[in-house]
């Protein structure tokens, strides 16, 4: 017989084993994504592309390494950071509808780039060619700046009142006010302006060069690192906030540290792919589902894995062969994101109509 | 830890809300109180009085509006949530939803305080879950899911939470609510064995006065605009403080047996012959019915006479008027009694 402990620590390995699995389907999608685009190329070609020799078309050389490489990688930051919002979100309101884009963090971030793409002019001229835009650490900055302001605003609120539904419901108002704010932006802005803002609107991973790489994943990294730090705050809020202060956490200190952690992913993430929908509601529910456990010790792995993993999918379906150059990533994301968390609930019986 | 220790000790306090422009709703003030190792302490009164309140001051979610309270000593005002966490455990009202968790991995919660960044358990902490899974009397059920528990199980395990955080303080708010009438006393049996063996000080607030008066070494008393009244329950009964804080009109503590009895209309008179358990029962139906019960047995008397026998047949004679009736049963008499009226 064995004692509740043993058990415990046998539900750990299972759940070590699921995540490896995960890890092994990330790198599977991974080469899929850069083999697999609207131009052919045969996989033995890949592999010397890869190994930094040779192929027979130079041009072959050119997609692989500077644009499905980093889309591919984009595509793992954005989902792994994206499920890690969701997650914090989700548990700090304790509400499974709640997400990155929730507290008005991504509205922000697109007032932002609002601001800069449709009204700022740049010596260099207008903006046309998306990547150009995004190379311009300007807008980049505006994102942020936008994002941290309502982040700001949020946190002020974060202090003053003790409901976190409360936050829950200012959040949602604030992102109604700031993406009006940003239609009658658009409302005044020139047609060339418009059209980039709305493709960058649509979302995309492809969107970050090489040169903006280094950043882009610093920022995300530290990001997932303090949500790491916030494992054992996060776990003690699942049991309502008033125990939570009793197992000797500091409430404040906890949800604003949870607030900025999920505001830098968020501004990151929505600076550079564009405000992704989705990824960040279903992920958490896939990850939770797949280990059987809400503990987020397990869980934030857990996100970071299946984030990355469906962002991969997600990309790989928008570029199939067949659609002619890429599909928006927030069209898919949401056509598949939608029955997966649909699935998930129809699966679960303690939220089902006893017959 | 010894049992009869000072771990909790109030004074002057005053609680309560504070609204706008420094306004202060005191719901009590001047408490000063005590709580000991080894001791269940039962608060009790009615709804709106401050008992949560208190509960909620005692373990530091609400600021105290004036006073001090002392945890061995040191004030609480002072103290860090993490410190206090190692001191007073709670158990709230509020439904707990976890989600995906095993009753294991709740009653794990109760180590927060004592696991390091990541709050990753070390065998010691396995250990004590598994103690306290035990003590608690769910050690078959850590493997099972903490939503599919029924509520008496969902207290134990949160019970269980309280002693893994290894607190000599216990405060648990209305632990007994919604839970069917055996539930409830393995809940309070629990409780006391856990202070009497394992030395802890526990505060709970409940309702169920008859079943405080059963289980308490001490109780508080609280009502809306009187004083906290603190003593043993059998002090309690006979200063009468049970009648002064919880009479309404149509109930009343009866001091004899320890219990409330509620108005009923009168019906009338009867005499009532005979001893035994029989006896005692046919006197509570008749009290319950409205009757009163005539002090002294009088033949001659024009009310009317039951006589309660041992025999199986006819054990319940009503003479009356002249004539006699036998009955088998309370239940047959009760309906004799009011044909005849």
Redesign the interface.
């Known amino acids: 017989m064995k004692?509740?402990?043993e058990?415990?620590?046998e539900?750990n390995k299972r759940q070590a084993i699921k995540l490896f699995t995960i890890l092994i389907l990330i790198i599977i999608f991974f080469i899929l994504n850069i083999a697999w685009g609207s131009v052919f190329v045969p996989f033995p070609e890949i592999i010397k592309v890869l190994t930094g020799s040779q192929p027979e078309n130079l041009s072959w050389g050119t997609i692989i390494l500077n644009t499905r490489l980093p889309q591919a990688l984009t595509s793992v930051l954005a989902g792994a950071a994206l499920g890690v919002c969701g997650l914090m979100m989700q548990t700090l309101f304790?509400n499974p509808l709640a997400g990155p884009s929730v507290l008005g963090i991504s509205s922000g971030a697109s007032l932002g780039v609002a601001v800069m793409m449709l009204f700022v002019t740049f010596p260099g001229g207008k903006f046309v060619v998306l990547n150009q835009v995004l190379g311009n650490f300007s807008v980049i900055f505006a994102a942020f700046a936008g994002a941290f302001a309502v982040l700001i605003l949020i946190g002020i609120l974060a202090g003053r009142f003790k409901s976190s539904t409360i936050i829950l419901i200012m959040g949602i108002m604030i992102a109604y006010a700031v993406t009006a704010l940003v239609s009658v932006l658009q409302f005044y802005s020139l047609k060339e302006d418009l059209q980039a803002f709305v493709i960058w609107g649509l979302g995309s991973f492809a969107n970050v060069s090489w040169k903006n790489m280094g950043f882009f994943s610093i920022i995300i990294v530290a990001g997932i690192l303090l949500a790491?730090?916030l494992?054992?705050p996060l776990?003690?809020l699942?049991?309502?906030e008033?125990?939570a202060?009793?197992?000797?956490?500091?409430?404040k200190k906890s949800r604003i540290l949870i607030i900025l952690a999920t505001g830098i992913l968020t501004a990151a993430v929505t600076a550079y792919c564009g405000p992704i929908a989705f990824l960040g509601l279903a992920i958490p529910h896939l990850s939770?589902?797949l280990l059987?456990?809400?503990?987020h010790?397990i869980n934030i792995p857990g996100v970071i894995l299946t984030g990355a993993l469906l962002a991969l999918f997600c990309n790989l379906i928008a570029r199939l062969p067949g659609f002619d150059g890429a599909l928006p990533i927030n069209a898919i994301t949401s056509i598949i994101g939608a029955p997966a968390v649909i699935w998930i609930i129809f699966k679960r019986n303690?939220f089902r109509v006893q017959a | 830890m010894k049992n009869n220790q000072n771990v909790l000790i109030t004074e002057n306090l005053a609680i309560g809300y504070s609204g706008k422009w420094n306004t202060k709703f005191k719901l009590q003030n001047h408490l000063t109180l005590g709580l000991k190792t080894g001791e269940l302490t039962c608060l009790l009164g009615p709804n709106g009085c401050g008992k949560s309140t208190l509960i909620r001051s005692l373990?530091?979610?609400h600021r105290a509006l004036e006073g001090s309270i002392k945890l061995f000593d040191q004030p609480l005002s002072g103290m860090?949530?993490?410190?206090?966490?190692?001191v007073?455990?709670?158990t709230?009202t509020?439904p707990?939803?976890?989600?995906?968790?095993?009753v294991?991995?709740?009653v794990?919660?109760?180590r927060?305080?004592y696991?390091g960044?990541?709050?990753?358990?070390k065998?010691q902490d396995?250990?004590v879950?598994?103690r306290s899974?035990e003590n608690a009397g769910i050690?078959h059920l850590?493997?099972r899911q903490f939503?599919q528990l029924s509520d008496g199980e969902k207290q134990k395990v949160m019970i269980a939470k309280s002693l893994a955080?290894e607190t000599p303080l216990m405060f648990l708010d209305e632990p007994t609510a919604f839970l069917d009438f055996p539930s409830k006393i393995e809940i309070l049996q629990l409780l006391r064995n856990t202070a009497w063996d394992h030395h802890k000080a526990i505060l709970l607030t409940t309702h169920d006065l008859n079943l405080a008066l059963n289980f308490a070494d001490k109780i508080w008393l609280m009502g809306n605009g009187m004083p906290v009244v603190k003593g043993i329950p059998e002090d309690l009964i006979l200063s009468n403080n049970f009648g002064k804080y919880f009479d309404k009109d149509s109930t009343k503590f009866d001091i004899n047996a320890g219990s409330f009895t509620f108005e009923v209309k009168e019906k009338g008179k009867v005499q009532v012959d005979g001893s035994g358990l029989k006896y005692d029962w046919l006197v509570k139906a008749l009290r319950r019915k409205g009757f009163t019960i005539a002090n002294q047995v009088e033949v001659l008397s024009q009310l009317p006479l039951i006589e309660v026998s041992s025999g199986q047949e006819g054990t319940f004679e009503l003479k009356v008027a002249g004539s006699v009736h036998r009955m088998n049963n309370i239940q047959e008499l009760l309906e004799k009694l009011a044909d005849l009226a």
């Open positions: 004692n509740a402990g058990i415990y620590i539900g304790r790491v730090s494992v054992k776990n003690a699942l049991l309502g008033n125990y202060q009793n197992l000797g956490i500091s409430l939770r589902n059987k456990t809400a503990d010790l303690e | 373990s530091g979610f860090t949530p993490a410190e206090i966490a190692k007073v455990s709670v709230l509020e707990v939803d976890v989600g995906n968790m095993t294991f991995s709740v794990a919660f109760g927060t305080p696991t960044f990541l709050g990753k358990l065998y396995l250990e879950i598994q899974l050690g850590h493997n939503s955080q």
